[in-house]
């Protein structure tokens, strides 16, 4: 494990350096979906101390619908906080996340894929299949829907290696728990997770594993009443 840990701070990228000339599959037939919200209709929320104090890790969810504009709402946000703190969108690519909304108010239950700057839909509920496909755990299938975040592997490693990598995970992950903390200071519940299966959705998220690749998940829902 130490020589794998060490290994982390190499700069020296592992790939052919040919990473800029390569780019994730574009979705030519995405339907925008703008959403704008007013943060009146979210509300403040809870403050962070109160929010970490309250939280925690739920595989019990509500069969209620969620309204999947503030989902997408408060995962742009994350992602755009992600883009403007790092700065690293142009260096070692920029990150991306998917929704699948197994139970969705408002808009068609389905794959919407998030950036910092625009969301769209991607495919109905009935491309997925059996959702249990999604998760190693059955659980994670009962919540209102799933947020992954994806990296770009191959430009991550292009713009400095291992450290490259190390950072592209770390983003991540501080993206999807900004996510996970602000869904839960509006009172929803949820959990993350690292065991998504890509291969359920590779060809409906256009996933190669090097371009675009899943990192870490989240469930989302409202709470058992």
């Not at 959403?35 to 019990?60: F, I, M």
């Not at 991550?156 to 983003?171: E, I, K, N, P, Q």
């Not at 090097?210 to 990192?215: A, S, Y």
Request: with cysteine.
């Amino acid at each position: 494990m130490l020589p794998v840990l060490k290994s982390f701070g190499s700069r020296t990228s592992t790939g052919d350096g040919l990473a800029a000339r390569r780019a994730p599959i574009p979705f030519e037939h995405a339907t925008p979906v703008p959403v704008d919200l007013d943060e009146e209709v979210l509300g403040p929320g809870n403050d962070l101390l109160e929010t970490l104090l309250q939280r925690r890790s739920s595989l019990q969810y509500s069969d209620d619908p969620v309204r999947t504009e503030v989902i997408i709402h408060l995962l742009r946000g994350a992602l755009r906080r992600d883009s403007a703190d790092w700065g690293l969108d142009d260096a070692a690519g920029p990150l991306e996340a998917f929704v699948f909304a197994f139970r969705s108010e408002g808009l068609e239950p389905g794959i919407y894929r998030v950036t910092a700057q625009e969301s769209s839909f991607i495919a109905p509920m009935s491309a997925l299949g059996d959702v249990e496909n999604l998760g190693v755990q059955r659980e994670f299938a009962t919540a209102g829907g799933i947020v992954t975040v994806y990296g770009g592997l191959d430009r991550a490693d292009s713009w400095a290696g291992s450290h490259g990598y190390r950072l592209c995970v770390t983003r991540a992950a501080m993206a999807i728990y900004d996510f996970h903390l602000t869904f839960q200071s509006h009172g929803f519940v949820g959990t993350l997770f690292g065991g998504f299966i890509a291969p359920a959705v590779r060809n409906l998220v256009q996933s190669d594993g090097v371009t675009r690749h899943p990192l870490i998940s989240s469930t989302y829902a409202h709470p058992v009443r």
